[in-house]
C-alpha cells in the first residue's frame, strides 16, 4: 500500500501541475471568449431553454424504461408461477 502511494502521489502532483495553466485559463490569450465564439444573450437564452428541455426529455424517457424493465419483470414472474403451479421442474442442471 504505501509503495502504491509512494508511486501514485508524485504522479499526481506531475499531472495537477501540467494540467494547472488550462485549468486557470492561461493556455490562451482570448479574452475569455469561449471555443463557440461570441457568446450574446441569444446564444445564452438559447442555452437555457435547450438545457430546460433536456431534463423533461430526460425524465420521459428513462420513465419509458423503466416501464417496460416492470412490465418484462412482471411477465418473467407471471411465468415462473405457471411454472411452478404445473409442478415442471426447472431447467438446467
Keep these: 500500500m504505501r509503495r502504491r ?26 479574452n475569455g471568449q469561449g471555443t463557440y465564439g461570441e457568446t450574446d444573450d441569444k446564444v445564452v437564452t ?10 423533461p426529455l430526460l425524465v420521459l424517457l428513462l420513465s419509458l424504461l423503466q416501464w417496460r424493465l416492470d412490465k418484462r419483470k412482471e411477465r418473467r414472474k407471471k411465468a415462473a408461477q405457471a411454472t411452478a403451479a404445473r409442478g415442471e421442474p426447472s431447467a438446467g442442471w
Design 5 to 30: 502511494l509512494a508511486l501514485a502521489l508524485p504522479l499526481a502532483l506531475v499531472v495537477l501541475l501540467v494540467l494547472a495553466p488550462m485549468a486557470l485559463g492561461l493556455d490562451r490569450l482570448d
Design 46 to 55: 438559447n442555452a437555457g431553454f435547450i438545457i430546460i428541455a433536456f431534463f
